[in-house]
C-alpha cells in the first residue's frame, strides 16, 4: 500500500526531523554521538517508535552520506569557471565553499566515512563528485596536459596514489 496525502506528508517530515537532530547529534561529537536512544530522547520518541521511519543508526547514516554526496556533487557541478579559474580549481573552489557551508555533512563524507570506491580504477556513478572531480581534470589536462599520455584519474585521485609512468622523475 501506498502512503498517500497528509500520511505520507507527515512521515516525510518526521524523517527529515530525525535526520535533522543527527545531524546535529553528529555537530555536537561526530559519528560517535549518534545513539539511537539519544536520538530517540530528544525526539521525544520511544527507541521502537524509530524504527517506523529507520532501521538503525547504519540507515540513517547511508541516508546522510547519500543525501550529502548529492548536495556535494551538486555544489561542484554548480560552482562557476570564470577567466580567472580552470575547471580543476573551480571544483577545488567548491570544495572549499561546501566545506564552509555544510562542515558536518562535508566530515562524514570525507573523514568519518570510508569510500565505496574499491579502487581508482572502479568506475564512479557519473552523477557522483567523484565523477565530477575526474571530469574537471580531464578538461584541465586536456588543455594543459604535459603529455599526450596523461591520465586524469590520476590528477584527480588523492596525495599518495601510485604515478603513472608518464610522470616519472627519470623524464
Known amino acids: 500500500m501506498v502512503e498517500t496525502g497528509g ?9 527529515q526531523a530525525i535526520l535533522d537532530e543527527a545531524l546535529v547529534m553528529m555537530a555536537e561529537g561526530g559519528v560517535e554521538a549518534l ?15 524509530l ?6 543508526r ?22 562557476p569557471v570564470t577567466g580567472a579559474n580552470d575547471p580543476l580549481v573551480a571544483v577545488g573552489l567548491g570544495y572549499l ?10 566530515r562524514l563524507l ?10 581508482r580504477h572502479e568506475l ?3 552523477a557522483s563528485a567523484s565523477a565530477t572531480v575526474v571530469d574537471a581534470a580531464r578538461a584541465a589536462t586536456t588543455r594543459t596536459r604535459p603529455r599526450p599520455e596523461g591520465d586524469a584519474e590520476w ?6 596514489a601510485p604515478a603513472p609512468r608518464w610522470a616519472s622523475a627519470a623524464d
Open 155 to 160: 590528477v584527480a585521485s588523492p596525495p599518495g
Open 110 to 119: 570525507l573523514t568519518e566515512l570510508p569510500s565505496t570506491r574499491g579502487s
Open 124 to 126: 564512479a556513478d557519473a
Open 35 to 49: 545513539a539511537w536512544r539519544e536520538l530517540a530522547r530528544r525526539l521525544d520518541y520511544s527507541p521502537a517508535g
Open 97 to 106: 565553499a561546501f566545506a564552509r557551508e555544510q562542515p558536518v555533512r562535508f
Open 7 to 15: 500520511r505520507a506528508r507527515r512521515r516525510s517530515r518526521t524523517r
Open 58 to 79: 547504519e540507515e540513517i547514516l547511508c541516508t546522510l552520506a547519500a543525501e550529502s554526496m548529492a548536495l556535494l556533487a551538486e555544489r561542484l557541478r554548480t560552482t
Open 51 to 56: 524504527y517506523r521511519y529507520f532501521a538503525n
